[in-house]
């Protein structure tokens, strides 16, 4: 996924790891076995947090993960530029694995306000997505979580505050929102957009919510503030006849300059699809075998006796079936597919 093509910088590329335990914290086996307990209940728990630096919280990340046993959590802002980043290991607890994009930099010395990650419980089953596009004004990372019968489709975006809203943005958050809207799942877009949609005549804000409006999508965290700053600028979107339960804001400054945003995702179990096809094995097919017995056919002998336009079609049919039948005889294939299955993405295997 290349995040970085709007600075010029080199590629960054989506990580996906699992990372473990350092000792002193809860077993693996414990903390899988908390979220397999919750996802029982059919539901899943987001956190999301604008971190201002894992390597001034990674502790607190960790420690926030366990105790509030979250299935999915998001980070925007990491300020690291590499995968093999040590403090954003130190975030990923046991029976967790990481999906990342960090932000490269050119500068030895400089510290880039970037990256994204999504720590992920070994509970769910996941897989990275690839955007079809590049954006350019902000910085992304997607999955689907969830299980073979109920999905989630997962975008989190952030998109810096030192930048303007340009025009642009709000072309590359359609082009997402419309291959999102290709998907038969429920879909979670999260992060740190930095638009202040609590101020009901702020034009960039009036946009936004023109652009959610034109796709049914409903944003979902209370006009309090997210920042210390002021302003909610951290948000939470859905399709609009999605229901999220339990949202939580806490207050800012406590983890980061940010509020840790918490709720929970009742999955929607959607029924798998059977289908069944029938097809020959072509690929496999002796054509000489095939071409000697078609010359030896009553189709190429001049004894065969037929006249008329449609009795050559139909002795055509009944000897070409025949041999079908021979060289390469039917078979039934059945193919289960969940109901949330689309190609706008191109999956990324772990």
């Not at 790891?17 to 539901?43: D, N, Y």
């Not at 130190?90 to 999504?118: F, L, N, Q």
């Not at 009901?200 to 944003?219: G, H, K, M, V």
Request: net charge negative; charged share 20%; aromatic share 8%.
């Amino acid at each position: 996924m290349n995040v970085n093509n709007r600075t010029g910088k080199s590629d960054g590329q989506c990580s996906m790891r699992s990372v473990r335990q350092p000792i002193g914290r809860p077993c693996q086996r414990r903390q899988k076995s908390v979220s397999l307990q919750r996802l029982s209940t059919s539901a899943v728990k987001f956190g999301l947090l604008n971190a201002q630096s894992v390597g001034n919280s990674s502790t607190a990340i960790a420690t926030t993960i366990i105790e509030g046993q979250y299935d999915v959590f998001l980070i925007t802002e990491t300020w690291y530029t590499t995968h093999n980043d040590v403090a954003l290991r130190h975030c990923v607890p046991a029976g967790y694995a990481c999906m990342d994009v960090p932000r490269p930099s050119t500068e030895i010395k400089r510290t880039d306000h970037g990256g994204v990650a999504a720590i992920i419980s070994d509970a769910l089953d996941f897989r990275r997505l690839r955007s079809p596009f590049s954006p350019t004004t902000f910085e992304s990372a997607a999955c689907t979580i969830g299980s073979h019968d109920a999905t989630v489709g997962v975008l989190l975006l952030y998109r810096p505050g030192s930048s303007a809203v340009m025009k642009t943005f709000y072309s590359e958050l359609t082009e997402y929102l419309e291959v999102f809207a290709l998907y038969k799942c429920q879909i979670v877009i999260a992060g740190d957009f930095n638009i202040h949609v609590e101020k009901d005549r702020d034009s960039d804000a009036t946009r936004l919510q023109d652009i959610l409006d034109s796709f049914d999508c409903t944003q979902h965290v209370l006009l309090t503030p997210t920042h210390c700053g002021g302003g909610t600028l951290d948000l939470v979107i859905t399709k609009s006849e999605q229901t999220l339960t339990e949202m939580k804001v806490d207050p800012p400054d406590v983890i980061s300059d940010h509020s840790l945003i918490s709720w929970c995702c009742p999955l929607d179990l959607q029924p798998s699809t059977v289908l069944s096809r029938e097809v020959r094995g072509w690929a496999k097919l002796d054509c000489d075998g095939f071409r000697a017995v078609l010359l030896d056919s009553e189709l190429c002998s001049a004894a065969h006796g037929v006249s008329m336009a449609e009795d050559y079609f139909e002795l055509y049919h009944n000897i070409l079936t025949q041999l079908a039948d021979w060289f390469a005889p039917i078979k039934r294939l059945v193919c289960v597919v969940s109901g949330w299955q689309r190609g706008w993405m191109t999956n990324v295997d772990n």
